[in-house]
Each structure stands twice: as C-alpha cells, then as structure tokens.
T-cell receptor, first 110, second 114 residues
Framework: QKEVEQNSGPLSVPEGAIASLNCTYSDRGSQSFFWYRQYSGKSPELIMSIYSNGDKEDGRFTAQLNKASQYVSLLIRDSQPSDSATYLCAVNTNAGKSTFGDGTTLTVKP | GAGVSQSPSNKVTEKGKDVELRCDPISGHTALYWYRQSLGQGLEFLIYFQGNSAPDKSGLPSDRFSAERTGGSVSTLTIQRTQQEDSAVYLC????????????FGSGTRLTVV
C-alpha cells in the first residue's frame, strides 16, 4: 500500500461543474495536508493546505479533511478550462518532509 | 530572491559524463528538497536537507547521485557517469522546514542523456 494514494484519473468534468479530487493516506500520525497544482510542463504550485478536520475554503477551492477516515479531498467549484492540470496530494509525516501522491489529472471541457 | 532558482533550465549530456545541477532556495528557508519527475510520472524523492542536520539521503537511487548544501543555502546535485535512465526533470523545493508549511518549487532542470 502506498503511503499516499490518489485516483489516477483522468478525471473529466464539464465547465461550470464541481470537480472532486480524493486522497487517502496511511500514517495516522500525519499532521499537515497539502494540495498542489501542476500544469503540463510546469512545476507544482501549492494551492491549499489544511491541518484540522473539516472544510477550508479559498475562493473556488475547498479542502476537506477527515483524520478518522484518513481522507483528504479537494473540491473545485465552477470548474474552468484553466483548472485543467494534475493535482498532487501531499502529507507531512515528519517535521517538514512531505510524501506525495502520484497525482490526479483533471480535464475541464468547455 | 523571491523564488527558488534552478540552473541550468535544460541540460543535454552524453552518456557517461558527470553533471551538476544547482538550486538556490528562498532566503531564510531552512529546508531544501530534491525530487525528480520522469515524463508522465509522479515526484520521486531524492534528498532532503534541514538546517544543520544530516541530510536524508534515503531517496538517492544509486551511489552515482550525491548532493551537498553549502552554508545552509545553495545546493548542488551531482550525477556521475550519467545513464539514459537518468533523463528526467529534476525539481528543487524549499520550505521553512516546519510541519505546517508546504513547499515552493523551482522551475526545474530538464536533463537529457544521449
């Protein structure tokens, strides 16, 4: 079992829909959780971080964390073609070092 | 600088040659990480520096790979006797080193071994 697992996708949604990206992790001691966006040919960019159970909203993005279920998700409301990218889930288990999932590729179709 | 700077952005080298990749982290960031990413694949962890602690080298794929960080700032990743399977994008990232902070990535070095 991988330490951080994501649906490999690809995930395709129509413009204006809600995109839901999911991630599970194996280490119950994990404390910090991150979502990165990586456009094709570019480097990953941090878009969301979450530390407590519940929801955290930032514009069209909502991160959800459930530590009991070892599950973290990212919702993108009103999806735009510019949201088309690979989304990486990352979990901090030791101080500052993150473990990354393999990413989910999202395509938003106009 | 404002961001993580990596050089060169592209490197083409012949099989068997040595290469050095450079990373200049964000000023004040104590943690520095090297990853590599092959085409269409996820991030592969290579090495992690945190302050003055011994680096976490657990991801280095072979003894041909080494890295150093001088003065707690700039880092150099060296690959000796390059092989075609070393071709990838090498990404450097830095962070404050605290558990609650994510990474800032550089733009990467695309290494092609011919």
């Amino acid at each position: 079992q991988k330490e951080v697992e994501q649906n490999s996708g690809p995930l395709s949604v129509p413009e204006g829909a809600i995109a839901s990206l999911n991630c599970t992790y194996s280490d119950r001691g994990s404390q910090s959780f991150f979502w990165y966006r990586q456009y094709s040919g570019k480097s990953p960019e941090l878009i969301m971080s979450i530390y407590s159970n519940g929801d955290k909203e930032d514009g069209r993005f909502t991160a959800q964390l459930n530590k009991a279920s070892q599950y973290v998700s990212l919702l993108i409301r009103d999806s735009q073609p510019s949201d088309s990218a690979t989304y990486l889930c990352a979990v901090n288990t030791n101080a500052g070092k993150s473990t990354f999932g393999d990413g989910t590729t999202l395509t938003v179709k106009p | 600088g404002a961001g993580v700077s990596q050089s060169p952005s592209n490197k083409v080298t012949e099989k068997g040659k040595d290469v050095e990749l450079r990373c200049d982290p964000i000023s004040g960031h104590t943690a520095l990480y090297w990853y590599r990413q092959s085409l269409g694949q996820g991030l592969e962890f290579l090495i992690y520096f945190q302050g003055n602690s011994a680096p976490d080298k657990s991801g280095l794929p072979s003894d041909r790979f080494s890295a150093e960080r001088t003065g707690g700032s700039v880092s150099t990743l060296t690959i000796q006797r390059t092989q075609q399977e070393d071709s990838a994008v090498y990404l450097c990232a830095s962070s404050s080193g605290l558990a609650g902070y994510g990474y800032t990535f550089g733009s990467g070095t695309r290494l092609t071994v011919v």
